[in-house]
């Protein structure tokens, strides 16, 4: 069974609907799988709100350790940290992009989006690498429980959106701002899908050990929903993936992982182990 015929085996399960996109950026092999489905992101759509932020840091004009004060205004519910938080904390620009990134913070996210211009910031900068299928609709919303609006894209364009990291010149993005991007993704803490069943752990390098394998993602998920996305380089080589679905039995739940999780796994075998 070839790999294209293994990613469709794992996804079809018996509920919900899924989609996939995955590319050898050293050989070009591409794995799809309704790849062109838009889709809603949940919180791996904030890779999207990180790239312009890096983007506008490298070309001066943001300062990343200007501060932004945090108000009552800016609750939100979701995950994260800084919604339990008194008002009166002051991060820096880039720890809300820390905090929106490895624990995924709706709080921090919506400040940044904010910063960085909105939505249509985004999106423009989205369509100039590129980027077709992808967009950030409106900053994190619940209007009722199970239902958040934010963004949508379709697994082909938020793997891509990884590829630029890689493919800088390609694209045209800077390439400090691709550095800025992968050393916050690097810390990602959500490892529970993609990255699953890799060895991989970033807290290593702080204690003098080096996974061969790198991997820079970004996970998202609420009650029917689950995304991941990401880059993976492995000594000289790496590939971008995506899978996304939307529909699932009993909310987000951890089987959904598992088969995102097997995904990673089957490309890791193909690609990394090479």
């Given at each position: 069974?070839?790999?294209?015929?293994?990613?469709?085996?794992?996804?079809?399960?018996?509920?919900?609907?899924?989609?996939?996109?995955?590319?050898?950026?050293?050989?070009?092999?591409?794995?799809?799988?309704?790849?062109?489905?838009?889709?809603?992101?949940?919180?791996?759509?904030?890779?999207?709100?990180?790239?312009?932020?890096?983007?506008?840091c490298a070309e001066?004009?943001?300062?990343?350790?200007?501060?932004?004060?945090?108000?009552?205004?800016?609750?939100?519910?979701?995950?994260?940290?800084?919604?339990?938080?008194?008002?009166?904390?002051?991060?820096?620009?880039?720890?809300?992009?820390?905090?929106?990134?490895?624990?995924?913070?709706?709080?921090?996210?919506?400040?940044?989006?904010?910063?960085?211009?909105?939505?249509?910031?985004?999106?423009?900068?989205?369509?100039?690498?590129?980027?077709?299928?992808?967009?950030?609709?409106?900053?994190?919303?619940?209007?009722?429980?199970?239902?958040?609006?934010?963004?949508?894209?379709?697994?082909?364009?938020?793997?891509?959106?990884?590829?630029?990291?890689?493919?800088?010149?390609?694209?045209?993005?800077?390439?400090?701002?691709?550095?800025?991007?992968?050393?916050?993704?690097?810390r990602q803490q959500?490892?529970?899908?993609?990255?699953?069943?890799?060895?991989?752990?970033?807290?290593?390098?702080?204690?003098?050990?080096?996974?061969?394998?790198?991997?820079?993602?970004?996970?998202?998920?609420?009650?029917?929903?689950?995304?991941?996305?990401?880059?993976?380089?492995?000594?000289?080589?790496?590939?971008?993936?995506?899978?996304?679905?939307?529909?699932?039995?009993?909310?987000?739940?951890?089987?959904?992982?598992?088969?995102?999780?097997?995904?990673?796994?089957?490309?890791?075998?193909?690609?990394?182990?090479?």
């Amino acid at each position: 069974m070839n790999l294209q015929a293994e990613i469709e085996n794992i996804l079809e399960p018996p509920a919900g609907t899924w989609g996939a996109y995955a590319r050898n950026l050293n050989t070009s092999e591409i794995v799809a799988f309704n790849a062109d489905r838009p889709m809603p992101t949940a919180s791996a759509g904030k890779q999207f709100v990180l790239m312009r932020y890096a983007e506008l840091c490298a070309e001066g004009k943001l300062d990343p350790t200007s501060r932004v004060e945090l108000s009552d205004e800016d609750h939100v519910r979701g995950s994260g940290v800084t919604r339990y938080l008194m008002p009166g904390l002051n991060p820096t620009l880039e720890d809300h992009a820390y905090l929106m990134i490895i624990v995924s913070d709706n709080v921090a996210t919506n400040v940044l989006l904010r910063i960085v211009g909105g939505p249509d910031s985004v999106n423009a900068m989205l369509l100039r690498l590129g980027i077709d299928g992808a967009r950030i609709d409106c900053p994190i919303t619940f209007h009722q429980y199970g239902t958040l609006d934010f963004a949508t894209s379709t697994p082909r364009a938020l793997a891509e959106s990884f590829a630029v990291l890689q493919e800088v010149q390609q694209h045209g993005f800077p390439a400090e701002a691709a550095k800025r991007c992968m050393r916050i993704l690097f810390r990602q803490q959500h490892t529970e899908s993609l990255p699953r069943q890799l060895p991989n752990l970033h807290h290593a390098v702080d204690f003098g050990f080096d996974f061969p394998l790198k991997v820079y993602n970004k996970t998202g998920g609420y009650p029917g929903v689950e995304t991941d996305g990401g880059l993976f380089t492995m000594h000289d080589h790496a590939w971008v993936a995506a899978v996304m679905g939307e529909g699932l039995e009993g909310g987000a739940l951890d089987a959904a992982c598992v088969v995102i999780g097997a995904v990673g796994r089957k490309l890791y075998e193909a690609w990394g182990e090479q």
